[in-house]
């Protein structure tokens, strides 16, 4: 049967016309996570899904769609970012299972580049996932020297094979919340962290957290902290540039993540004698699925780094979540294989390794 590409309108609403196609496409989305993972905690339900495609001033979507026999199997998910990068174009590919090897992904990446080409962006970025089990075969090392990714995945043959070069490979970790909890009488790991890191620092700086909306007094200093975050942390090879935060775009962001079921714990660090904020974290969980929690930002301002402020914003809102949050079960980060810092962080609070992501990128002459 033949293959056919087109572009799929992004309806407003789950029961707006086109609603039926796009609860489709994010089946798919859903379908190809799990059978990588073997679970299901990177599902999204289509009413998620729907907001994180909404039209934004900041970034422009696009949904492309392979059909077969009408079914759609297959999706490309563009994003244009509008404000900054404005040479870039971000790319997911995802074939149900039983669709691969017959030319689909190719087909979505013509798709693609016609479509970052007729809006000039010549920077193509993308990610592929493997678990951390099952690894022992050839691998890819990007030039950071950090980290690899298995050779033989379908995704490294046919990023090679279409011009991409692996240019950074990120850890993904989990953290078990009920090891935490103090019920289990080991809520004293976190609790020492956070107090060591805080004797550190807590003669200089005070922490403030908030749920889901930043106290208009701190947005602008959080809008920079979120600026920084785009180009601050070890970016390996990829060409990104910093990106144009203001108080506007965190309250666009902050109205989108409500919107989509979404909700998020932030914590950041405040200097007390300027009163500026010099480092956040945030923690975000989905509504369908409250035990998975995603472990977002965190950022010390340079000039404020030595004095464990990543350790005591990272300890201080999980315990946050373990309170406000009882029935999340599971955290999970990703984070660059050359950011020894944050890593080592991380190992100190209990996460361990599941899975390996590599970042793809393509530049178009
Ligand atoms: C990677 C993925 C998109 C490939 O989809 P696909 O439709 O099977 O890809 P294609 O049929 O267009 O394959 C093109 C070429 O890639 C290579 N390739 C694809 N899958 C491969 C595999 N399992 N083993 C070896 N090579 C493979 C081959 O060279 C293939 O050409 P050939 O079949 O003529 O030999 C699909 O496996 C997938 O959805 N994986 C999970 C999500 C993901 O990793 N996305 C990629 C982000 S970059």
Not at 305 to 330: C, F, I, Y
Request: hydrophobic share 40%.
């Amino acid at each position: 049967m033949d293959t056919t590409i087109e572009q799929l309108p992004i309806p407003a609403t789950p029961d707006a016309a086109g609603g039926i196609d796009f609860a489709r496409s994010a089946a798919v989305s859903n379908e190809v996570e799990r059978a990588l993972w073997g679970h299901d905690d990177f599902r999204l339900e289509v009413a998620e899904r729907l907001t994180m495609m909404q039209p934004m001033p900041d970034r422009e979507r696009v949904l492309g769609v392979a059909r077969v026999g009408g079914e759609i199997v297959a999706n490309a998910r563009l994003g244009f970012p509008q404000r900054d990068n404005l040479r870039t174009a971000y790319l997911q590919i995802e074939v149900l299972p039983a669709h691969r090897r017959r030319g689909t992904a190719t087909a979505l990446l013509a798709f693609a580049q016609r479509q970052a080409a007729a809006r000039g962006r010549t920077v193509l970025m993308s990610w592929s996932d493997a678990p951390t089990d099952g690894a022992g075969g050839p691998v890819l090392v990007p030039p950071t020297g950090a980290g690899g990714f298995p050779a033989d995945d379908a995704s490294s043959v046919l990023a090679l094979r279409s011009g991409f070069e692996l240019v950074q490979v990120d850890r993904q970790s989990v953290l078990d919340l009920a090891g935490l909890r103090p019920a289990d009488g080991i809520a004293g790991g976190l609790e020492v962290q956070e107090s060591e890191a805080a004797g550190m620092g807590s003669g200089h700086y005070g922490l403030v957290g908030w749920t889901d909306r930043c106290p208009d007094g701190l947005v602008a200093d959080y809008a920079l902290l979120r600026q920084r975050m785009s180009t601050d942390p070890p970016l390996g090879g990829f060409a990104q540039e910093e990106e144009s935060w203001d108080a506007g775009r965190i309250r666009r962001e902050e109205a989108t993540a409500l919107e989509g079921g979404a909700t998020t714990l932030v914590c950041a660090v405040q200097h007390r004698s300027s009163g500026q904020l010099v480092g956040h974290t945030i923690l975000e969980r989905f509504g369908s699925r409250p035990a998975v929690v995603y472990q977002e930002d965190t950022l010390v301002l340079e000039e404020h780094r030595g004095h464990r402020l990543g350790m005591w914003l990272k300890a201080a809102n999980l315990r946050r979540a373990l309170g406000e949050w009882p029935d999340a079960r599971r955290v999970y980060t990703w984070n660059a294989e050359e950011n020894s810092f944050m890593l080592a962080v991380n190992v100190a609070l209990g996460f361990r390794p599941v899975g390996r992501t590599a970042g793809w990128q393509k530049v178009l002459p």
